[in-house]
């Protein structure tokens, strides 16, 4: 069976344009609700954290190491450290224990 790979870019663009227009033309009014408001804002921190927390775990040698560099992400983010200052700690910590474990 040959597959037509036109078709296959056809229907995924016909998709991603349905996705997003529809909100568009269906939604004409502003949304009062306080949970839908809710829900429509936190939506994008939840996709993001959905598709990064595995590639956290899964991006290292060892799980141990991966869960210690996301642990020092979590507490240096959490006391309001910068983004840079965030990343290199955890790569650093990921990097040192790498070393010791392996």
């Known amino acids: 069976m040959k597959h037509e ?4 870019i ?6 991603t ?3 997003r227009v529809l ?3 269906l939604i004409r009014r502003e949304i009062k609700n306080r949970t839908i408001r809710s829900f429509l804002y936190y939506m994008p921190y939840v996709t993001l ?7 956290i775990l899964y991006a290292t040698d060892t799980p141990v190491s991966a869960l210690a560099g996301l642990i020092m992400a979590v507490i240096l983010a959490w006391r309001g450290s ?3 200052v965030v990343a290199g700690a955890a790569c650093a910590a ?3 224990l790498e070393w010791f474990i392996a």
Request: zero cysteines; aromatic letters at 18%; a neutral charge.
């Open 23 to 25: 909100p568009l033309t």
């Open 94 to 96: 990921v990097f040192v």
């Open 49 to 55: 954290a959905v598709m990064t927390f595995p590639a």
């Open 17 to 19: 344009y349905l996705i």
């Open 10 to 15: 056809l229907v995924m663009a016909v998709v």
């Open 5 to 8: 790979v036109s078709l296959y």
């Open 82 to 84: 910068s983004l840079f």
